[in-house]
């Protein structure tokens, strides 16, 4: 069976063939289908190579595939509408999370979803799991860095030692974690966040920051055209400026190990096929092959036990056990708690001062 891409025109759903995602738009609807949605570009192209065309396959299943960008306020609509049109959709888990807790995503059976089951209790939670891993590292210049370079939060925050133009994310989630953790909390002892003493510590830094980016585009930028001598940054962004000949780094010590995971919408038109292809999506062996086509790491642990991901490039990805034990595990059950959203209301202000 097959995948075939579609895109989403107001509340059409309009199937295509694209060859650069080698799909065949022309294979006959199996009886099985499900609607999987994702955010599109190199990210979609490269799981529907490692996973979706395989699941489809294994599973004798169609795949109709969508993409935007934030799926929330169109999952939002679809359930609010009583008819949702998509099945599965991948998504920070946050969202997984406050859509559970809102009644617009379908609670887990983990006893039907084995693969996910195996995984282990932090990696899923009632209304989602894990489907791939990024990190929000320091990331710096190796022109301006080419010995010492800056190895921890509070390097980041130390100007005298390390000075240079530094850039953050002009958004709370990692940030404030990355605060805390130049402030000496240990990045296993973060939650529940101390919203006050991150704050503080971001006013202090605050007056030295460049830029405040919106997106992983503007990051990777700032660093390649030398705009910025450190930052925070998505590791995959970093990854990809460096690989294009740009001189920069980035260290996984103190990173913020972040996912997006899997869900299915509450009322998901599929429901039955939808949770058999959630358990495929997260087998090992598929999930071993996203690396191989993306700087992500596996949602699935047991991905770096099939001997797929080679030692060399299970080194370099953010899920790898070894670099997860430097990080701190992003707890998106706090951040889509009342206190999470209150931190987020909070930056605005914090901003605008």
């Known amino acids: 069976m097959t995948t075939k891409l579609g895109f989403r025109f107001g509340h059409a759903l309009l199937g295509a063939s694209f060859g650069a995602f080698g799909l065949a738009g022309t294979a006959a609807v199996a009886a099985e289908q499900i609607t999987f949605v994702s955010q ?8 529907t190579v490692a996973i979706l065309d395989p699941s489809a396959k294994k599973l004798g ?16 609509t679809q359930v609010g509408s009583g008819k949702p049109i998509w099945d599965v959709v991948d998504t920070p888990t946050g969202y997984c999370l406050r859509g559970g807790e809102q009644g617009l995503i379908e609670k887990l059976d983990f006893s039907k979803i084995p693969n996910a089951a195996a995984m282990p209790e ?3 939670n009632p209304y989602s799991v894990s489907y791939e891993f990024y990190s929000s590292v320091l990331a710096f210049s190796q022109k301006t860095f080419p010995k010492d370079a800056p190895n921890s939060w509070a390097d980041f ?5 390390f000075p240079g133009r530094r850039a953050l994310r002009n958004h709370p989630i990692a940030t404030l974690e990355a605060a805390l953790m130049a402030d000496g909390v240990a990045p296993d002892k973060l939650y529940p966040l101390d919203v006050d003493r991150a704050f503080k510590k971001l006013e202090e830094i605050k007056p030295n920051i460049t830029v405040w980016w919106t997106s992983g585009a503007q990051s990777a930028q700032l660093l390649n055209d030398g705009e910025v001598d450190m930052e ?8 990809a400026v460096a690989k294009e000949g740009a001189k920069v780094a980035f260290t996984y010590n103190q990173g913020i190990l972040q996912s997006t995971s899997l869900c299915i919408l509450k009322g998901a038109p599929n429901l039955d096929t939808a949770v058999k292809f959630l358990n495929e999506a997260v087998d090992p062996v598929h ?8 700087d992500y790491g596996p949602g699935n642990p047991k991905a770096f036990d099939t001997g797929v991901i080679k030692p060399e490039r299970a080194a370099q990805l953010p899920s790898e056990p070894a670099n997860a034990a430097k990080q701190a595990l992003m707890s998106y059950a706090w951040w889509s708690s009342p206190a999470g959203e209150a931190a987020e209301k909070r930056w605005a202000t914090f901003m605008q001062k």
């Open 61 to 76: 299943i169609t795949i109709n595939q969508d993409s935007i960008p934030d799926a929330w306020p169109a999952i939002k």
């Open 122 to 124: 932090a990696y899923r």
């Open 232 to 239: 925070m940054a998505w590791n995959g962004r970093v990854s």
């Open 287 to 294: 999930q071993a092959n996203l690396p191989l086509n993306i």
């Open 40 to 47: 599109g570009g190199a990210y979609q192209q490269a799981q």
């Open 157 to 161: 925050w130390d100007v005298k030692k």
